[in-house]
């Protein structure tokens, strides 16, 4: 379990000459039973990992359909103890990393929320809004109950600061490929190639892009400089469409050999 599973999926796709492929979805939205739907269709359907958000009220990091999905997910009555008891108690295979800010966190208690998130099974922690600076208040719990700490690394940040973030990363290097929020786009920054590239090789664990990623061209253009995707609004919006050719689609570019592939 915990950094372990996380990385023996990412071996395995390795393994297969593919590139990851990492879902998020909004734990709640909908209710937690049509959460645990989701699960298993993203499990059957081969994804590498899920990225299971925690709704939140003041979600800096998200876009406006994230940020819809936090708003039903709370009209649902979700808590961070429920999704929590929720994945306690319907196990899976597929790797589970928990996104979510730090001040649910805070209010749960750092120790008995990593504690829960082992009993959970979850895999990894994404916490946005926690800078290198200040993520001693939660490294050293994270690092005692075996959870992967997923760094984000921002294309506007400079050498030595992504570096540092690439040296301390675990599970995997979240690279953010846009200046903003989450949500569909048409286009990367302009120097998306480099800025990829650059990070698989200071970093040694994999890198995945994420933030705009919602096309199979999207998927295959970013995966030519790196080892997956992560998806989520593209995601969202499928699952309110219960579309899920669009989305098996969506998830299966990432299994297509690459020839251009750096690594």
Request: hydrophobic fraction near 40%.
């Amino acid at each position: 379990m915990g950094k372990q599973k996380l990385t023996a999926s990412f071996e395995a796709v390795s393994a297969r000459n593919e590139k990851a492929f990492v879902p998020y979805i909004m734990a709640g939205d909908g209710g937690l039973k049509k959460t645990q739907k989701r699960l298993e269709f993203l499990e059957a359907s081969g994804v590498t990992a899920v990225e299971l958000g925690i709704p939140f009220s003041d979600p800096v990091a998200d876009g406006p359909t994230i940020q819809a999905a936090g708003i039903r997910a709370l009209k649902e009555g979700t808590t961070l103890k429920k999704v929590l008891d929720h994945l306690k108690a319907h196990p899976r295979q597929v790797p589970i990393i928990l996104m979510t800010y730090f001040n649910p966190i805070f209010s749960y208690g750092i120790e008995k929320f990593t504690e829960d998130c082992a009993q959970a099974g979850v895999d990894g922690l994404i916490i946005p809004d926690l800078p290198l600076e200040e993520e001693n208040v939660m490294a050293a719990e994270l690092e005692k109950k075996d959870l992967a700490f997923i760094r984000l690394a921002a294309i506007t940040s400079p050498e030595e600061r992504l570096k540092e973030i690439a040296a301390r990363s675990e599970g995997f290097l979240y690279a953010v490929t846009v200046t903003g929020t989450t949500g569909s786009r048409t286009r990367f920054h302009d120097n998306i190639e480099a800025y990829l590239a650059h990070l698989s090789e200071i970093s040694s664990v994999p890198v995945l892009a994420g933030f705009g990623v919602s096309t199979p061209e999207h998927v295959r253009h970013l995966t030519a400089y790196c080892d997956g995707v992560v998806a989520g609004s593209r995601i969202i919006e499928l699952f309110e469409k219960d579309d899920q050719v669009t989305m098996k689609e969506l998830i299966g570019s990432a299994k297509r050999k690459n020839s251009l592939a750096q690594k």
